[in-house]
């Protein structure tokens, strides 16, 4: 499998896998409403900047990007996207604090 052909799979992958539509993720990253639909019939590749932009969207890293076994199937899946949903500040001061006392347990 060539690197554009994994990175095609790997990329639709976490947009068929999340609840977001190809078109609203595009809306969401200022990208042209087609972009997703041309990467997926390899009209388009995904150049760097895009694809970092796409795993912060997303909160991974991309090295769980290019990670096999990183899947957002799972129950970090559920908490990545109910926290793309709470705000910034409540994310901040609340959420994170309480994760990293359990974390430490």
Same mark, same amino acid.
């Given at each position: 499998?060539?690197?554009?052909?994994? !990175?095609?799979?790997?990329?639709? *992958?976490?947009?068929?896998?999340?609840?977001?539509?190809?078109?609203?993720?595009? *809306? $969401?990253?200022?990208?042209?409403?087609? %972009?997703?639909?041309?990467?997926?019939?390899?009209?388009?590749? !995904?150049? %760097?900047?895009?694809?970092?932009?796409?795993?912060?969207? %997303?909160?991974?890293?991309?090295? $769980?990007?290019?990670?096999?076994? %990183?899947?957002?199937?799972?129950?970090?899946?559920?908490?990545?996207?109910?926290?793309?949903?709470?705000? *910034?500040?409540?994310?901040?001061?609340?959420?994170?604090?309480?994760?990293?006392?359990?974390?430490?347990?």
């Amino acid at each position: 499998m060539t690197h554009d052909n994994y !990175v095609r799979e790997r990329l639709f *992958e976490l947009i068929d896998n999340s609840n977001i539509s190809p078109s609203k993720l595009s *809306e $969401e990253l200022h990208l042209n409403k087609g %972009y997703f639909a041309d990467v997926r019939r390899a009209k388009q590749n !995904v150049p %760097y900047d895009i694809l970092a932009r796409i795993c912060d969207y %997303y909160h991974i890293t991309l090295s $769980e990007f290019f990670d096999r076994e %990183y899947s957002l199937k799972t129950t970090y899946r559920e908490i990545n996207l109910l926290c793309q949903q709470v705000p *910034e500040d409540q994310l901040k001061n609340v959420i994170i604090p309480i994760l990293k006392r359990f974390a430490e347990r």
